[in-house]
């Protein structure tokens, strides 16, 4: 059986959760956290980045941030994971659901506006497989409107639109150190401070709303409760493995993006075939490999070639049910126009297994049972 994910360790994991434990420091913002922070500061040029427990905990705090009220609506692509839109259901907020692009399975730039009332408080762009979102647009739209961005950048580690890092370009980015993600903690987040005016406040949200990091930095002689806020910071344990995650995670970066390019390679002939269409990456955007996905064309039935493909041993997965079709999103949200490319993607996409240590042989093994399976369709 060759699995879908399987976790890559750095090696220096349970030498620096040794070293925490050693020091005897367990709660969160400790040594291995600051050098987290510092580096995930310096390498997104972020103003202020914070660990969370996860990516869902950091949209969460942007939704506080942001002061999200009940009926507040926030602009989102139906095409993603539930946690983009939950955490600003959790405040009142209703997503409204637009298309994606058929290139990137992006949020389509061009439907924003069409989607924007008096109650819209923020867009909410994903970076689907850490290819980026078209910014610039984006970005000028919400300016006209006065409305907030945040990313949800949870694949987009090491990944860069134009050059600057995802997460960085809206007023807040968050991203996943999840398992299943490129840079892991098991699980782990953060939130990216772009509004160096926010920073105090984002700090006093995640340490349960009390000014107890500014204590700890000796900027007050007391803390006091000064806001509402939650526990939404990790222990030190997670950061130290965290750490040896980032120390590496360049490297994890290139590695990945030679198994993308294999599986490019090999699908090219499937791809002039007609039976496919793999990944378009535009020129301006430098990804992460944090995913190879095909799309199957219109007479393929996916549910079929998955099975098959799961029979021959290979751990290919779908995602997602779009949110404007799940129960919750029904309940919670609305659409805003017809959502064809997302039902399209999601009845067609095929997700292949993508981990470092998968061997080329693997690879072409995974490529010949899809095309296998795609035949005997
Ligand atoms: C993984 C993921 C999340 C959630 O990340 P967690 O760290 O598990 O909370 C949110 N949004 C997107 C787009 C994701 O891929």
Known sequence: MIPFNKPHMSGKELSYIAEAHFNNILAGDGPFTKRCHAWLEARTGSTKVLLTHSCTAALEMAALLLNIQPG??????????????????????????????????????????????????????????????????????????????????AQGVMSTYKGRSLGSIGDFGAYSFHETKNVISGEGGCLLVN??????????????????????????????????????????????????QLEEAEQIT??????????????????????????????????????????????????KILHRMKADGIGAIFHYIPLHSSPAGRKFGRASGELTNTDFCAEKIIRLPLWIGISKEQQKQIVSTLEDAIKFN
């Open 72 to 153: 507040d609506e926030i602009i989102m692509p139906s095409y993603t994971f539930v946690s983009t839109a939950n955490a600003f259901v959790l405040r009142g907020g209703v997503p409204v659901f637009v298309d994606i692009r058929q290139d990137t399975l992006n949020i389509d730039e061009h439907l924003i506006e069409g989607a924007i009332t008096d109650r819209t408080k923020a867009i909410v762009p994903i970076h689907y497989a850490g290819v980026s979102c078209e910014m610039d647009t984006i970005l000028e739209i919400a300016k006209r409107h006065k409305i907030k961005v945040v990313e949800d950048a």
């Open 254 to 303: 290139k590695q990945r993006l030679d198994i993308w390019d294999e599986y490019h390679k090999l699908l090219e002939p499937l791809e002039n075939h007609g039976l496919l269409r793999r990944p378009i990456i535009p020129a301006h955007c430098q990804h992460n490999a944090h995913m190879y996905y095909v799309l199957l064309s219109e007479e393929l039935q996916r549910d």
């Open 195 to 244: 509004d160096s005016t926010l920073a105090l406040l984002a700090e006093i949200i995640r340490e349960k709303g009390t000014n107890r990091t500014q204590f700890f930095r000796g900027h007050v002689d007391k803390y006091t409760w000064q806001d509402i806020g939650s526990s939404f910071l990790p222990g030190e344990l997670i950061s130290a493995f965290l750490w040896a």
